[in-house]
């Protein structure tokens, strides 16, 4: 029955991969071993295969497709938004998820897709060291996604403080992208009446919501760019403040949704697939990695999406989903990977079995 299931993958991503019959496979019983094992380690993977290959073979096995495995930049991310189906806009969300193996560091910078119901890493960057990264790098990020996409795919970026600067937000507004970023409450910016002040003291009497126009840093040559800025305090009296280049009325709300991100991460991690749990460290690696989860998170999600229909999430008394939309469609794979393996890789029907091949 196992093998059904292997079958229908290979047949949905041939036409997509210039990938060996031999690798494919490998690579198939990757996404699904993860799924069912709960990780990505590859000596626990190695033990999901359904055959009676010893373990240190296919562990082997596993380690050679890492090793010679390159299917380019930005491979996944074509067969990821025919497998969430029809939709013409969807939220950016950017952000990075980092950890340390040993004393190295994992850092990823990550742009991912959300709709009303789905959050999947969409494109990504191995930074290959720790802390933030620079204007060049999120630019770069970008300038592949809008290779591959058009601009009017974009509802909003949103992102949180460390995604600032003006080279950075300069570059959005003149490739027309809406964002919606949070910035610090020390930014200094010059208002429309010429004034240069800090955020903080601008809206030191700030109770409410307010909204206002200014340019960044004491700039005040004309040429500088008009930014909008919405502000509200929120529990302990501090500042939330985000930075559009569109009207403001609703960018508050807006900013809500860049939290489904750190939920992306956590589903990635603790709550599915155990991210942390890898021993790669190489970014060629690591970049292939997270494209296999990426595809693992992407048939979660349709999944769920399958499964509920129009209905609506229960909550619980305190307000929340008894359980993610993520969760509900990563337990429904594992229980129709052992019952019924045709109806768990449904989802995957849903790319196309013949399209110009994307690598």
Not at 38 to 52: K, W
Request: hydrophobic share 45%; net charge positive.
């Amino acid at each position: 029955m196992f093998n059904k299931a292997l079958t229908t993958l290979k047949e949905r991503l041939s036409p997509h991969l210039a990938l060996s019959n031999s690798r494919l496979e490998t690579m198939c019983l990757l996404v699904v071993g993860m799924v069912n094992a709960r990780t990505v380690n590859l000596s626990h993977l190695a033990c999901e295969f359904p055959s009676d290959t010893k373990v240190e073979s296919t562990y082997r096995r596993l380690q050679r497709f890492f090793q010679y495995v390159d299917l380019g930049p930005d491979w996944a991310a074509p067969l990821l938004v025919k497998m969430i189906g029809p939709c013409t806009s969807w939220y950016l969300c950017l952000d990075r998820t980092n950890w340390k193996i040993g004393q190295r560091h994992v850092n990823f910078l990550v742009l991912a897709l959300v709709t009303r119901r789905h959050r999947i890493p969409l494109m990504w960057s191995v930074l290959g060291r720790a802390g933030n990264s620079d204007t060049a790098q999120r630019v770069a990020l970008m300038e592949r996604y809008l290779s591959v996409f058009e601009v009017s795919t974009i509802k909003f970026l949103l992102a949180d403080r460390e995604f600032i600067g003006a080279q950075w937000l300069d570059f959005l507004h003149k490739n027309n992208i809406p964002f919606v970023i949070r910035i610090k409450a020390n930014q200094i910016v010059t208002t429309q009446d010429r004034q240069t002040k800090n955020l903080s003291s601008l809206l030191r009497t700030c109770r409410g919501k307010r909204d206002f126009n200014a340019r960044f840093g004491g700039n005040k040559s004309d040429e500088a760019t008009w930014f909008t800025f919405a502000a509200k305090r929120i529990k302990g009296g501090e500042l939330l403040i985000v930075v559009t280049n569109r009207p403001a009325h609703h960018a508050l709300t807006t900013y809500k949704k860049r939290w489904a991100i750190e939920n992306l991460f956590g589903d990635t991690k603790t709550r599915g697939f155990n991210l942390e749990d890898t021993r790669l460290t190489i970014a060629k690696k690591l970049d292939l990695l997270l494209g296999l989860v990426a595809l693992a998170v992407a048939w979660a999600s349709k999944t769920a999406a399958k499964l509920i229909g129009t209905r609506k999430m229960k909550r619980k008394k305190h307000g929340y989903f008894a359980k993610s939309f993520f969760r509900i469609g990563f337990d429904q794979i594992r229980k129709l990977l052992r019952s019924d393996p045709t109806a768990a890789v449904s989802p995957w029907l849903l790319i196309p079995a013949k399209i110009k091949r994307v690598v």
